[in-house]
């Protein structure tokens, strides 16, 4: 039976699907989760703005580590980290924590708190061996793993509805 939180984090590495952040944002928002941060890493700006993501309303933004909502600590919550790119993914599972969002899933694996991770890698970095390294341990740790959905173009980030199901059992107000 899954434990409900108040704090949904979204992290975002810099992935072309991190243009999908505000719908997942909102869709956080609808389920429920009274707060909602939102963690853009340090290429994610390459892919959306900024005041989209800080527009979705019942959403925080959190630029740094010195941001009001995560000092001084970042509040327990579940955490979702989709898109999670190449590079975020095989950190994570090495122990690298050099940017805010792999700080604090980096933290809330530390604490066992609930993390998923949606990979969002094209078919010969998900064949990587090193990708396939990181995807064998992070289960290890308590990390769910959020597989790419396949289409004619190959993987992609699953879709908002299947990455939303997945942290709906962890909301306010969730049948347990």
Not at 124 to 130: F, G, I, K, N, V
């Amino acid at each position: 039976m899954p434990s409900t939180y108040e704090t949904a984090y979204l992290l975002l590495s810099g992935a072309a699907t991190a243009a999908r952040a505000p719908e997942i944002l909102r869709g956080l928002v609808a389920l429920g989760f009274p707060q909602v941060i939102c963690i853009p890493g340090p290429n994610t700006a390459r892919v959306v703005s900024f005041n989209d993501l800080a527009s979705v309303p019942g959403v925080t933004l959190a630029e740094g580590y010195f941001d009001a909502i995560i000092r001084p600590r970042p509040p327990h919550g579940v955490v979702l980290f989709a898109p999670c790119s190449f590079n975020s993914l095989n950190k994570l599972a090495a122990g690298i924590a050099d940017t805010l969002p792999l700080a604090v899933a980096a933290e809330a694996i530390g604490r066992r708190t609930p993390v998923y991770i949606a990979p969002s890698l094209n078919q010969p970095l998900l064949d990587h061996p090193a990708t396939q390294a990181s995807l064998r341990t992070l289960p290890t740790w308590g990390v769910t793993l959020i597989p790419p959905q396949s289409d004619d173009r190959g993987p992609r980030l699953a879709t908002t509805e299947t990455l939303l199901a997945a942290l709906a059992p962890h909301a306010p107000g969730a049948p347990q």
